[in-house]
């Protein structure tokens, strides 16, 4: 049965009539902020989240200046949330009134011919988080009030946020098969590659490097436990081809002179998806998890695909189980996601988000719409 309100967690009468949220008028219009009908619990499945985090990504940053096919202004903007149950519907037996939650803000549906055949992880069915992320409440419906996953004590909430991310980058490890005694290169130096550096490291791989293209993400990489590839931006394309060789050149040097394992392509371009396929040791694998635009396309060597065996992986997304598995990882404490929230915007200030989000030293930029 549902569970008592703990203590100063607002009941469903308490509940206030309207609520601020962050909304996108279409592209290239800066996001304001305005008053929207508090979600309430509608139907016995429903279940209400006070936020306390939400993801402002470089998706969001994206769908705000140049738009997205999948959204229509206006709306509210955000996916990647974490807070405290508001209200349950009197269906909802799994959760309690003021537990901390983070929910799979994409689950597959299970009925689907892609479901039953594989791969889940492309499932096209779309739950939504209503009205989205970046408001004061939010309401789940069915599927995703099954898969709300409680977050324990000690996981703050801009981490617990972080746990869709964690599952995409935990498939792809797994699903390249990143073990001890490997060599990794993770080409990249945001979230997503210092998370990717975290997990090679705890499946054991023996060395993990990552590319830095600039002084301010190198501590952060030292951190995460990676050695630093500096790698040098150049100004023409002469000059590219001669920073590509020095960045071969040093990896090989770290590398016995054969190249990692594993190469892990998280920028989402096509230069370093090139370079991802010409650092790899030969027998090793490339995995593609940066996104790049429609139409992006890649001069392959055939060849040396073939005869020096290179395996690709593209990883987008996740199956069935992994987001769980994400966040018994948080739970556990073996994953500090922390040091990577490093830029915090509270809702009255969602103007600034675009241009904080682009920041140099902005890693994650969690979107708070209160102050406790």
């Not at 004590?153 to 098969?177: F, K, N, P, Q, R």
């Not at 080409?187 to 997503?192: D, K, Q, T």
């Not at 990717?196 to 030292?222: I, K, M, S």
């Not at 020096?308 to 987001?323: D, L, Q």
Request: hydrophobic share 45%; net charge positive; aromatic share 4%.
């Amino acid at each position: 049965m549902t569970g008592p309100a703990v203590t100063g967690a607002p009941a469903p009468a308490a509940l206030p009539a309207l609520m601020r949220a962050a909304v996108w008028h279409g592209p290239g219009r800066p996001l304001t902020l305005e008053h929207l009908p508090v979600p309430r619990v509608e139907r016995p499945e429903d279940v209400v989240i006070r936020v306390r985090a939400a993801m402002f990504g470089a998706a969001l940053v994206r769908a705000v200046t140049v738009g997205h096919p999948r959204m229509t202004p206006p709306a509210v903007l955000g996916t990647l949330v974490a807070g405290r149950i508001a209200a349950l519907g009197p269906a909802v037996r799994h959760l309690t009134l003021g537990q901390s939650v983070t929910v799979d803000p994409h689950p597959p549906c299970g009925r689907c011919d892609t479901c039953r055949h594989g791969p889940a992880a492309l499932c096209t069915a779309r739950a939504r988080v209503e009205p989205g992320a970046h408001a004061e409440y939010v309401r789940l419906r069915p599927p995703l009030t099954d898969h709300v996953v409680p977050v324990p004590t000690g996981v703050s909430a801009g981490a617990a946020m972080l746990t869709e991310i964690v599952a995409c980058v935990l498939d792809a490890t797994d699903t390249a098969g990143i073990g001890p005694g490997q060599s990794v290169l993770v080409i990249g130096c945001g979230p997503v590659a210092l998370i990717q550096v975290r997990l090679a490291l705890l499946r054991g791989a023996e060395r993990v490097l990552c590319t830095v293209n600039h002084p301010a993400r190198r501590a952060a990489v030292r951190r995460a436990g990676a050695t630093v590839v500096d790698v040098d931006r150049a100004a023409d394309a002469g000059r590219a081809v001669e920073a590509d060789d020095r960045t071969a050149q040093r990896v090989r040097a770290l590398t016995d002179g054969r190249g990692p394992h594993v190469v892990v392509e998280a920028v989402g371009r096509a230069e370093t998806y090139r370079q991802a396929f010409a650092l790899v040791r030969p027998g090793g694998t490339v995995v593609g998890f940066g996104g790049c635009p429609p139409g992006t396309t890649l001069p392959v060597d055939l060849n040396a695909l073939h005869y020096r065996r290179i395996r690709y992986i593209g990883s987008y997304h996740y199956g069935p189980g992994v987001f769980r598995a994400a966040a018994d990882l948080l739970a556990r404490g073996v994953l500090d996601l922390d040091p990577l929230l490093t830029h915090r915007i509270p809702l009255d200030r969602i103007g600034d988000a675009v241009r904080t989000a682009r920041l140099t030293e902005c890693l994650v930029p969690v979107v708070e719409p209160w102050k406790d």
